[in-house]
């Protein structure tokens, strides 16, 4: 199974993914459901009541298309600078929380992984300057870690418009510098959400 085919569309369908933690974990204001944990509740719930992928319902944005072809440059120039080999791996939804999907940017056997993002230029550059990284992808990464069981996950941002000096920046995360008691419990409460709209949906159908 191979990232971005129809099996592997149908292989994570209706599961929360690391992609989204952010959105699974987002607080409204006011003790009310943020808008963007809503929205994606009831994305897997139409996948789960529909059996298609939400997206063929909306087209994906250009920006995103042209983010993952940069993604197999950003594993061969992770190759070259750390000497370490990536394993590219579809996802799996077996892991420590069942029925949640990760699928990583690459796998550094035998215990790490890495995520890489292919920013807009000025993006990059704030990141390779202040070091700061979106809440977000710390959430996918801890993700993705939680799932395969690694010790570390490297952050790779990068962008092939750059010169060779400037279009990489790399940074290492050892298990205990994530989230990973906070992202643990927030993907179950998620799951035992989506099981209860599901049955909400289903009961009035």
Known sequence: MIQG???????????????????????????????????????????RLTGKPYEMFHRVPSWIEDGTENEALARGTYEVRTGQMVTEHPGKDDGPIPGFWASPDGLILPNGGMEAKCPKTKKHMKTMLTGKIDTAYIYQMTGNLINYGADWWDFVSFDPALP????????RFTRAELPVQLVTDGVKRFLAEIDALVGRLEAVA
Do not use: F, H, V
């Open 5 to 47: 085919t129809e099996e592997w569309r149908m292989a994570r369908l209706g599961k929360p993914s690391a992609s989204r933690i952010s959105d699974m974990l987002a607080e409204g204001k006011a003790g009310a459901m943020a808008t963007t944990r809503e929205d994606y509740l009831y994305e897997l719930a139409c996948e």
């Open 164 to 171: 060779d000096n400037l279009c990489y920046w790399c940074k």
